[in-house]
């Protein structure tokens, strides 16, 4: 049988910080392989704080980044339901945790204010877009102090002449 808890022990070993380090990407491959193989709840349980300390801090340091936010905060929560409330008893972890929910919460916090940008925005283009289109094609223009609509602007052009 596969040992699941073995396999991620041993790429958790290996240095994968940094963006583009290959072994960030074996790490994150290994874990959605244990997902797909309904495995990821086996590799994660059982472990004891100085085991999950390497898990969280791959989670802490992957957690955001677009090629692995979505499936990071899948592995994030199945770590909170596999160890709940006991998770806050070790300092470490307890410190460690804060800060993924920090990062969680500054990155929440950017994405409302994004979205509040991207309305005005829309806002603005619509207002813009709703005036330009309701202008009368007969503006009012002045012609040596004559004003009227183009109709008569016209004719009163040729009577100036």
Not at 35 to 60: M, Q, V
Not at 116 to 121: D, E, N, T, V
């Amino acid at each position: 049988m596969y040992e699941y808890r073995e396999a991620l022990n041993s790429v958790l070993k290996v240095n994968w910080r940094g963006k583009n380090n290959p072994q960030r990407l074996l790490v994150f491959s290994l874990l959605q392989e244990l997902a797909r193989r309904d495995g990821l709840s086996t590799a994660l349980s059982g472990r004891n704080e100085k085991e999950l300390y390497p898990i969280l801090l791959f989670t802490r340091f992957s957690i955001l980044e677009p090629k692995y936010s979505s499936f990071m905060l899948d592995v994030f929560d199945t770590i909170l339901d596999i160890y709940g409330d006991t998770l806050y008893q070790s300092k470490s972890i307890a410190g460690l945790l804060r800060l993924v929910e920090e990062k969680i919460a500054r990155e929440l916090e950017f994405q409302r204010r994004g979205f509040q940008l991207l309305g005005a925005i829309d806002a603005l283009l619509t207002a813009a877009t709703t005036t330009n289109r309701h202008t009368p094609s007969s503006t009012v223009i002045s012609l040596n102090g004559y004003h009227g609509d183009k109709t008569h602007a016209d004719s009163a052009s040729a009577d100036v002449s």
